[in-house]
């Protein structure tokens, strides 16, 4: 299956615009996945971790994300995050 | 004719007024450097962030019932203006070219007979808007210890600003800042930041993505989004200015520099005429002095 296109923007830059599995989006209403393909979605997101898959058990990286949206369309998952830093 | 003495005095004082200006300069283009980095980074998110909005906004209806900061109060009475100077001088005509922009609309919105109040970022609008308009300065945020602006810095202005406004001490707020182009060219520019004025949609560019699936609803998302856009809006009218002044003070110092440049060499022909001057009437005085005997 083809990658996802996943970019992490704050106001001060661009932090992560890289091709992973899935990533996985801590939102408002509930943790939510993204792989290739998902169907155009947009949710708030609450303060917490985004887990970023390179491959099904992957682990690539955590990125503690502060205020903000995620956004799906057809390009890939795009999330705005006020403010994002590399959780250990 | 100015004594041999007074004249090197000053030619060593304008060799000084050089030197300084030389290093601002420097700094200057060493500082120019890192805010138009960060002044480009800072832009994907404000245009990601007003694609959103625009997409949201399209499917949204605008009504009385909207939240105020799309739909306005539904007055226009009062007006804010927000603008946004340098905390230091010498930076050429930027400061005085925001306060001009913010002048001619004040002038035109006070000649419509609205209310206009000023809200300052940076203090170097002060002192003239302070003369022109007395007592209509609403608060003055002062940068003068930042020296990397965050967004934290643009989050707290914005909230500030959002408290004033729905306490309803203005209807319609403008916000005035350099935006800048290149070093040499910095626009004063005005753009309304409440109520929010939406790029309007490229029909057929936003209908691909009709079927997007909210969450929570399109309303609870817009009224999130619309606070945040303010201090996005401020955080890169920011970084815009803070590259802006740079650039400015780089040009104004680069002239400042040849001037002073231009006086040394004045000034050292006259000198050396003086100095000649002095020697031939020395010599014609031991000369005549001479024949004289």
Redesign the interface.
């Known amino acids: 299956m083809a990658d996802l296109h996943f970019e992490l923007?704050?106001?001060?830059?661009?932090l992560r615009s890289e091709d992973v599995h899935m990533v996985v989006v801590p939102?408002?209403?509930g943790d939510f996945a993204v792989l290739a393909g998902h169907?155009?979605?947009?949710?708030?997101i609450r303060n917490g971790d985004l887990t970023i898959y390179s491959g099904p058990n992957t682990v690539t990286g955590r990125i503690h994300v502060e205020?903000?949206?995620a956004?799906v369309?057809?390009k890939g998952l795009?999330v705005?995050a006020?403010?994002a830093t590399e959780a250990a | 004719m100015p004594s041999l003495k007074s004249l090197k005095v000053r030619i060593t004082s304008v060799k000084s007024t050089q030197k300084i200006t030389k290093a601002m300069k420097m700094v200057a283009a060493a500082k120019l450097r890192r805010a138009q980095m960060a002044a480009e980074a800072g832009r994907p998110y404000a245009e990601r962030l007003s694609a959103v909005m625009a997409g949201l906004a399209s499917r949204v209806a605008i009504g009385p019932g909207s939240p105020p900061l799309i739909a306005g109060t539904g007055n226009d009475q009062v007006h804010l203006l927000v603008v946004a100077t340098s905390e230091r001088g010498l930076a050429g005509a930027f400061n005085t070219n925001i306060v001009r922009a913010a002048r001619r609309k004040a002038e035109e919105l006070l000649a419509q007979g609205k209310t206009v109040k000023f809200y300052l970022i940076g203090k170097k609008g002060r002192a003239v808007i302070q003369r022109l308009y007395p007592g209509k300065i609403v608060h003055q945020v002062d940068q003068s210890h930042i020296k990397n602006i965050a967004f934290t810095d643009a989050l707290e202005v914005s909230r500030d600003i959002l408290a004033r406004f729905e306490a309803g001490e203005f209807d319609v707020a403008h916000l005035f800042y350099a935006r800048f182009r290149s070093a040499l060219v910095q626009e004063p520019t005005e753009q309304q930041i409440i109520p929010v004025k939406l790029p309007t949609v490229a029909e057929g560019g936003a209908a691909v993505s009709a079927t997007v699936e909210y969450e929570p609803d399109e309303e609870a998302i817009l009224g999130q989004l619309l606070p945040r856009n303010v201090a996005v809006q401020l955080f890169r009218a920011m970084l815009e200015n803070a590259a802006s002044e740079q650039g400015s003070r780089m040009t104004a110092m680069d002239n400042a520099t040849r001037n002073a440049g231009d006086m040394i060499n004045k000034l050292t022909i006259q000198y050396n005429r003086t100095r000649q001057a002095a020697i031939t009437t020395e010599l014609v005085e031991i000369i005549s002095g001479a024949e004289a005997l």
């Open positions: 923007v704050t106001p001060e830059k661009l939102g408002t209403e169907a155009p979605f947009m949710s708030v205020g903000g949206f956004e369309n057809g795009t705005l006020e403010q």
